[in-house]
Structure formats: C-alpha cells, structure tokens
C-alpha cells in the first residue's frame, strides 16, 4: 500500500480515516489487508473501500499515518535494487522536505545539502524555492508509443510570488535562472 494523500484533500466531507492510494495486487473493494510491522507480527487491518478510475484505491484505517511510520518502508526507486534501510528515511530525502505531500523524493535535488547550498550562497548564488509534491505518476513507465498519447496522475505545485519576483529581477539584471529540482 502505497499512501498518496488523505481523501478530505479532494472531498472535505471523506471519512477523516480514508486515504487514496495505490494497492499493489487485485484487490477488491471491501477486502482487508493485514498489515505487519517489521518484525512480522500483525499490526492493523487495513479497508479497501473504493477502486477509482485511475487505478487508484481509496484504504480506511485508524491513524494511516503512525501505522506508516511504523510498520511502513521508504518507497525507493526501482534503480535501487535492494531493500530499505532506517537510514534511507533520512538519506532519501531532500534538504527541502518539509512537509508531507510527496509520494517520492525529487530525485533531481537529492544532491543539493545544506554545505552546498551555504558555499554556493557564499559564492554569491541567491536561491528562490517553489514546492512540488511528486505524484504517483513517477512511478508509471512511459506506456505509450507516442509521448502525447501518455497520461499519468497530475503533481502539484506552488512557485510563491517571492520566487517569480526573483526570477524576474535576476533575468532583467542578466542573470541565469537555474533550476533543479
């Protein structure tokens, strides 16, 4: 089970317990999961209630989020061939996150460290943040012969008016605006 984000996000009157997310397996709507800590022991039961559209499924348990935390692995990339560590919840991180909202860490910053962003700072290089929650999509391979027939789940974003101001006023001095993410 894969958690993507909280049901009252896309429908303020969901049940507060239900979360959309991505179900590996055939698994019917009304069907339990069993879930297990580390160790292999039961931890909770886990309601499929709604399979959407997009695949997608919508799970019910009380407090998804401690269970993640505590029975839950990191979902490394499939580049990453080997099993999760404890450690891998900091190391597969970016120095950005923050907050919850990404289904993955945005791989294309994971280099970027506190050190590295200080020296660039110190070498005069001024950053501008926008936020970005990677999407389930990141996970689906390129199904399609044509790329403009290829669909897959929308991320969402924010570039704060602080950051397009900055944009603007480092192009009209002839700066270059770099982005990574």
Known sequence: ILLLHPEHLLDPSADPH??????RGRVASGASIQVLDHAGEPAALV?????HADGTRTVIAD???????????VPLPPYIARPDRPSDRDRYQTVFGDRL??????????HLTTELLARLTAHGVTTAMVELAIGPGT???VDTEDLADF??????????????AAIRSTR????RVIAVG
Do not use: Q, Y
Not at 18 to 23: E, I, S, Y
Not at 47 to 51: G, K, N, P
Not at 103 to 109: D, F, L
Not at 172 to 175: E, I, N, P, S, W
């Open 18 to 23: 239900a979360w959309r997310a991505m179900v």
């Open 47 to 51: 309601t499929v209630t709604t399979l």
């Open 63 to 73: 407090d998804l989020l401690a269970l993640a935390d505590r029975c839950g692995h």
């Open 101 to 110: 909202g990404s289904v993955a860490a945005p791989t294309a910053s994971l």
């Open 139 to 141: 996970f689906k391979p």
């Open 151 to 164: 669909r897959i789940h929308a991320e969402w974003c924010n570039c704060p008016p602080e950051t397009v």
């Open 172 to 175: 009209a001095a002839g700066g």
